[in-house]
């Protein structure tokens, strides 16, 4: 009966107090609830703490650092907006956005279209299929650091193999991550490389899904196969790409890693990426409250992306009644 | 999705069953394989080079042009990045670190889980919803006050720094849940009955039942934390406390021309995890997959 002490619950706060039913069943059943109650609150705590505590209390001292002037070590002062104000004249904070929106406005559509196409390619059964598949998603296990370290090996401008192979062909050495006007799009074609892989695997997980009768009744219609590609198949994909593409706008709009490894934002701040920026003014500049500002402009956006994207879904879902059972978007945003 | 599929995209309707029938006789395999082998090597060529090149010795990724492919096995990278390098220690500190955060998340999300989908309790829809919404906020809001809240435990430039923000995420909790409620009480509520206490009920009972949320768990939980970067490098400053992603960085900073040390310190960070993937692959892929696409 003692459920709760037994594994050491504390009492929780929401307890009723005791009650003066006669009943005695009822008054029994009542125990029971409680001591469901205790271990129920048992079985939460830890990971209530631990997930509430590292993430809506730094939310809102987030918001709170972002209205002052802080160092993270000696005692900082209230500056209301002014941090939200350098913001908007900072000609390094408009860089990173420029460079962000850049980097997820080409990652974003180019992972999915790749991601597509590829899954399309392989959604047949051929023989060495499965190592195909295995092949183009591994990349997605590599580690950023992983990546970037290697990347930074091949893409070297003296030492590195892409040069290298340039050189066989002909083709004059690149600068490649030290070129201002090449940096940005190295990182992203790096990310694509690892990226398209979970896509291609969200995709042909989809295309099992895709009605098999569906396709054949089309085909007997008449129906070629760009059509049935175009009117039959796609639609059965629209709710899994419309996950991908507010995970892939997540990740992409959070990129940092593979930034930090290999170019550190430069040359000429033209990798400075939102979160790059944020890191920098906390932990490098030490301007803490002006790096939480930073990181708000971005949630805020983020938010507004999530819903534009929500939105636009449910919108097309109404006009276009596709199927229900569409799925939730979840993850660790990390 | 056998014999149709032979066809290629462009080719015209009329013609295609006599194209078909030719090309089938012309090639003894299917022609995609044409565009799917090329392709799929571009994806593999550059970790066929990482490992290529950790092999290779100093002198011959030095030179102009550098050489694509090593004259013989050379273990001088290996031998420079066990030996004078902290490789082995940072090894061991991500082996620490996933190993607690994987068993943390598989007990406490079992834990949680459990609770959400079985008991009742006065505001757990409330504080389902809550944990739920806290998937959705980015890292970069929450990293400097976590930092502040490491600061203030003591725990900054110590292994406990990684663990505690990883012990248990809402993403086990939620997973959990849900494979939960997919699962018939019958059992449970008779060994209840019979006196087991709902701790026990969820270990010998339920858990067993659950192994696909708990390969879903482990799997994402040891991918997020082996791999991340950007918490280390906030959370630590010491060299004695890096892990391998952070030490791995530092080191190509540090070692800027001895490409075949780094790219053998390359080798050994990614190896674990092209290990187990090799190993696990169809739990790694159903798991990324069902992670996003169920709920």
């Known amino acids: 009966m003692d459920r709760g002490s037994r594994t050491g619950a504390p009492r929780p706060l929401t307890l009723a107090p005791a009650d003066r039913e006669p009943a005695e069943r009822r008054r029994a059943r009542r125990r029971r609830a409680r001591g469901e109650q205790a271990t ?11 997930i509430l505590g590292l993430s809506v209390v730094p939310v809102v001292w987030s918001l709170l650092l972002s209205f002052r002037a802080d160092d993270l070590v000696t005692p900082g002062r209230w500056v209301g907006l002014d941090n939200y104000r350098a ?62 370290v290697l990347f930074s090996f091949i ?62 009744s089309a085909r007997l219609d008449g129906a070629n196969r760009a059509q049935v590609l175009r009117y039959v198949t796609l639609p059965t994909l629209a709710p899994v790409t419309a996950f991908l593409v507010l995970w892939q706008l997540i990740t992409a709009l959070q990129v940092f890693d593979l930034v930090y490894v290999t170019t550190k934002g430069g040359p000429l701040e033209s990798t400075t990426v939102i979160v790059y920026f944020v890191w920098e003014q906390a932990f490098r500049t030490f301007t803490a409250g002006y790096g939480a500002a930073a990181a708000y402009v971005l949630a805020v956006a983020l938010l507004l992306a999530g819903t534009a994207v929500t939105l636009y879904r449910r919108h097309r879902e109404r006009t276009t009644g596709a199927a229900p059972g569409l799925p939730r978007v979840e993850g660790v945003a990390r | ?52 090149s950790s092999f290779m010795t100093n002198a011959e990724i030095n030179r102009f042009p550098p050489a694509l492919w ?58 389902l919803a809550l944990m739920l919404a806290t998937m959705v906020i980015p890292f970069q809001l ?79 939980t040891f991918l997020a934390t082996w791999n991340d970067l950007s918490w280390p490098l906030i ?14 960085t530092t080191f190509q900073g540090q070692h ?25 692959q169809r739990t790694f892929i159903q798991s990324l997959t069902s992670s996003g696409l169920k709920g």
């Open chain 1, 40 to 50: 129920a609150w048992a079985f939460i705590t830890p990971s209530v703490l631990v």
């Open chain 2, 235 to 248: 959370a630590i400053n010491h060299d004695t406390q890096y892990t391998l992603q952070l030490g791995l």
């Open chain 2, 142 to 220: 929450t990293m400097i006050p976590t930092f502040l809240v490491m600061k203030w435990l003591g725990l900054i430039d110590t292994l406990g720094a990684l663990i505690v923000p990883s012990l248990v995420t809402p993403f086990a909790v939620f997973l959990f849940r849900q494979f939960f409620l997919g699962l018939p009480r019958e059992m449970e509520e008779a060994a209840w009955i019979d006196g087991c206490s709902r701790l026990r009920v969820l270990f010998s009972i339920v858990a067993p039942l659950a192994r696909p949320a708990l390969a879903t768990v482990a799997v994402l």
């Open chain 1, 87 to 148: 913001l908007s004249k900072d000609p390094g904070f408009r860089k990173a956005v420029e460079n962000t929106v850049t980097y997820a406005g080409l990652y974003v559509p180019l992972s999915l279209a790749g991601g597509l196409a590829l899954a399309l390619a392989l959604n047949r059964r051929i023989r060495f299929v499965g190592i195909y598949r295995t092949l183009v998603f591994i990349p997605f296990v590599v580690s950023a650091a992983a990546q970037g």
């Open chain 1, 155 to 216: 893409f070297d401008p003296q030492f590195g193999a892409a040069n290298s192979i340039l050189h066989k062909l002909g083709v004059s050495p690149q600068g490649f991550l030290t070129d201002p006007g090449q940096s940005l799009y190295v990182l992203l074609a790096i990310s694509l490389w690892s990226g398209i892989g979970f896509c291609v695997v969200v995709f042909l997980a989809a295309l099992q899904d895709v009605p098999t009768e569906l396709v054949e």
């Open chain 2, 70 to 127: 090593p004259k013989g096995i050379d273990f001088g990278g290996y031998r420079y990045v066990l030996g004078n390098a902290m490789f082995p220690r940072w090894f061991a500190n991500s082996c620490i670190v996933s190993t607690v955060a994987v068993g943390s998340n598989l007990v406490l999300g079992a834990l949680g889980g459990y609770a959400f989908a079985r008991m009742r309790f006065r505001g757990s829809r409330a504080l």
């Open chain 2, 1 to 52: 999705m056998t014999a149709s599929t032979m066809v290629t995209e462009g080719a015209a309707p009329a013609a295609a069953p006599a194209t078909r029938t030719t090309r089938r006789r012309r090639l003894p395999f299917s022609p995609w394989h044409l565009l799917l082998a090329p392709l799929s090597l571009c994806f593999a060529l550059p970790l066929v080079w990482l490992v290529l």
């Open chain 2, 256 to 280: 800027h021309t001895q490409w075949a040390a780094v790219m053998a310190g390359n080798v050994i960070t990614v190896l674990p995890v092209l290990l187990a993937f090799l190993f696990a």
